[in-house]
């Protein structure tokens, strides 16, 4: 079984950067891909990034390429996004994922653990 816990969430102005952090545990992750994703109230889950397990291929999604950066160091069991030039319409609650393969991939069906999620929330 495989725990995911994500941190590094809060309050900042737009314009401004966060860098969220995704632990691992329970099980060895540097096989698999993973991903993020986040989800603003009323909306359905919406996919962000995703990184290869070698961490040599990445996926972004359109509303977030040159400002958001995936990565991981599977040495510590962590996979990061750090978000920069953050807008109001970035704020939601942000989920980290394994996915059950070693590519990246978009498809949250694709994605078999989840952690709990951390706020982010971009005032204008």
């Known amino acids: 079984q495989v725990q995911l816990v994500e941190s590094g969430g809060g309050l900042v102005q737009a314009g401004g950067s966060l860098r969220l952090s995704c632990a691992a545990s329970?099980?060895?992750?540097?096989?698999?891909?993973m991903g993020w994703f986040r989800q603003a109230p009323g909306k359905e889950r919406e996919f962000i990034a995703s990184?290869?397990?070698?961490?040599?291929?990445?996926a972004y999604a359109d509303s977030v390429k040159g400002r958001f950066t995936i990565s991981r160091d599977n040495a510590k069991n962590t996979v990061y996004l750090q978000m920069n030039s953050l807008k109001p319409e970035d704020t939601a609650v942000y989920y980290c994922?394994?996915?059950?393969?070693?590519?990246?991939?978009?498809?949250?069906?694709?994605?078999?653990?989840w952690g709990q999620g951390t706020q982010v929330t971009v005032s204008s």
């Open positions: 994922a394994r996915r059950n393969t070693v590519l990246a991939g978009r498809e949250p069906e694709q994605y078999d653990y």
């Open positions: 329970g099980r060895t992750f540097s096989r698999y891909a």
């Open positions: 990184i290869s397990w070698s961490g040599g291929s990445t």
